[in-house]
């Protein structure tokens, strides 16, 4: 079953703060989180593994809550270049493939 | 340069005919995907294989199948196109004993008429 990411769209001025959501309704063993620009394909910016780890990119920063089987996506002080559309990918257990279920995405639009 | 090449880019093909996507990987990794996304519904998962020899079924894979006669080629077949398999379908590969970074190509649009 798909996880569920919320918002499903949200538009953003420069310099702004934004929160994507992904939840499951199964036990969860990671969390991956991808962004794609349109018309191109899906580029990784990072994996959050059992543990209730927090990971940062440069402004870009992840939490991964297990026993809730949330992760969230924090975009601090958004650049033009963050609009696209962000996906969590999840891995229910690990396995010999880390195949992933991803959510519908969060459109990211970010105004000058 | 390393990475996941696809083809073709794009295709318009009738129902009924039969298609292979094909997708090669440069960077020995042992695992390789097919996704199909469609507009709402995100990127699911039609076929995997964890190594060469060995494939599984992901969440849509009727109407595909899928060979991994080696650790580089992980191609796509739609015996019998229909116009509802009209989709962007993304090949992608991944280190699973490593990083377990998914890395994807960039994608094949095709439109079944």
């Known amino acids: 079953q798909q996880p569920v990411q919320s918002p499903q769209a949200v538009i953003l001025r420069e310099g702004e703060d934004a929160v994507i959501n992904c939840s499951s309704s199964?036990?969860?063993?990671?969390v991956h989180w991808y962004r794609q620009k349109h018309g191109e394909a899906p580029v990784f910016l990072m994996i959050?593994?059992?543990?209730?780890e927090q990971k940062g990119h440069e402004k870009i920063s992840a939490s991964f809550n297990e026993k809730k089987q949330q992760s969230s996506l924090y975009l601090t002080a958004s650049q033009l270049s963050y609009s696209g559309t962000y996906f969590c990918?999840?891995?229910?257990?690990?396995?010999?493939?880390?195949?992933?279920?991803f959510g519908t995405g969060t459109l990211l639009a970010v105004q000058p | 340069i390393a990475g996941i090449t696809q083809a073709p880019t794009s295709q318009i093909l009738a129902a009924g005919r039969r298609m292979t996507l094909r997708c090669t990987q440069d960077?020995?990794?042992?695992?390789m995907y097919w996704y199909r996304q469609d507009l709402g519904l995100g990127l699911r998962l039609i076929h995997y294989?964890?190594?060469?020899?060995?494939?599984g079924k992901g969440e849509v894979p009727d109407g595909y199948s899928v060979s991994r006669a080696n650790t580089d080629d992980f191609p796509l077949t739609l015996a019998s196109a229909v116009p509802s398999q009209t989709s962007v379908y993304f090949c992608?590969?991944?280190?699973?004993?490593?990083?377990?970074?998914?890395?994807f190509g960039n994608g094949t649009r095709l439109t079944v008429t």
């Open positions: 992608a590969s991944s280190d699973s004993s490593r990083d377990r970074i998914i890395h």
């Open positions: 199964k036990a969860l063993y990671s």
């Open positions: 959050l593994l059992k543990g209730g």
């Open positions: 990918g999840t891995e229910s257990t690990r396995g010999a493939t880390n195949k992933l279920i």
């Open positions: 960077m020995r990794h042992n695992a």
């Open positions: 294989s964890n190594t060469a020899g060995t494939t």
